[in-house]
């Protein structure tokens, strides 16, 4: 990071912070992307690999611990197992934990996709699924992957989707194609370390944020940061050309927030990533606050109340 450009961000955030107090914390919170799981089950787990820091057991009790003190009590779940049965493990687990309002499943499109969203779907937390952004890369996934997303928008589900920058084109066109599908980009659209960003990210990021159907889940900004595991900075100038793209093209009301918890604890523990969100959107006025934590999210996701 250059000097000038370290001042210039510096400066936004200094008015920035002068203007948070303007601003109260957002009436609720609903974390979008959390993953739960479970390496002790006779079966064990696809993902994490053994080895990880992240290959422990993993549930909402432990999230609830590092969430609920910033005041983030309900979590939309956001599956990494490829296993078609860990869906059914995470539903058997929301009739547990009301903590839990929707669930973002992983079903790959193939022939037998549509039985088992059928079957998912019947449940009211199953909220959609995601799928790799590589996914939409791959020519010979084409046919699959239209029929696959023209289901999901019949069923009144979202897509979330997990990928490059080259993967956002192909969304735009997606979108464009099936207008009643909601689509989540997760993760920035892999915008990489905000000091250093990838150069096709901002085009590519200008061009799906044209589709009024496509929100972006702000999650995963400690990870992709060059740094020493756990110690992204803490400060959100060094954030801003990430998040003052986004708020440029996505505008207030397409923005949602996420965690990607506990795969965040690799940039920085859960209070730096909410402190970071938090400063920001809070610095946008009440208004956007409120739509950010939780108001954006319950359109995009369509989450339900759990008492």
């Known amino acids: 990071m250059n000097r000038r450009r370290f001042l210039q961000t510096a400066a936004a955030t200094a008015t920035a912070r002068a203007t948070v107090s303007a601003a109260p914390p957002a009436s609720r919170i609903i974390d979008t992307h959390t993953h739960f799981y479970d390496p002790t089950r006779p079966q064990g787990v696809p993902w994490p690999a053994k080895g990880s820091k992240l290959h422990r057991t993993v549930l909402p009790a432990d999230w609830l611990a590092v969430a609920s ?18 869906n059914q493990w995470i539903l058997d687990l929301a009739e547990k934990q009301k903590c839990i309002v929707g669930f973002v499943g992983h ?16 449940n009211p937390v199953f909220r ?69 960003l990838r150069p096709e990210w901002k085009p590519a990021i200008i061009e799906v944020a044209k589709q009024p159907n496509v929100f972006m889940k702000v ?61 920001y959107f809070r610095s946008k006025g009440g208004d956007a606050c409120e739509k950010y934590f939780w108001k954006n999210s319950l359109a995009a996701y369509r989450w339900i109340e759990r008492g």
């Open 69 to 86: 003190p910033h005041g983030v009590k309900e979590t939309v779940i956001v599956e990494a197992s490829a296993w078609v049965e860990d």
């Open 107 to 122: 079903l790959d499109p193939g022939p037998e996709f549509a039985t088992h969203l059928k079957r998912f779907a019947k």
């Open 128 to 196: 959609g699924i995601r799928w790799s952004g590589n996914f939409l890369l791959d020519d010979a996934k084409r046919d699959l992957i239209f029929a696959g997303a023209k289901l999901l928008a019949d069923h009144g589900l979202e897509l979330d989707l997990n990928g490059p920058p080259a993967a956002l084109a192909p969304a735009a066109k997606l979108a464009a194609e099936i207008p009643a599908l909601r689509i989540v980009i997760n993760h920035l659209g892999a915008s990489g370390d905000p000091q250093s």
């Open 219 to 279: 999650s995963a900004l400690v990870e992709q940061v060059k740094c020493p595991e756990g110690q992204a900075p803490r400060d959100t100038a060094y954030y801003q050309p990430v998040l003052d793209h986004l708020w440029e093209h996505f505008g207030p009301d397409r923005l949602i927030y996420g965690s990607n918890w506990p795969v965040s604890d690799r940039g920085a523990p859960y209070e730096v990533v909410f402190k970071i969100v938090d400063e």
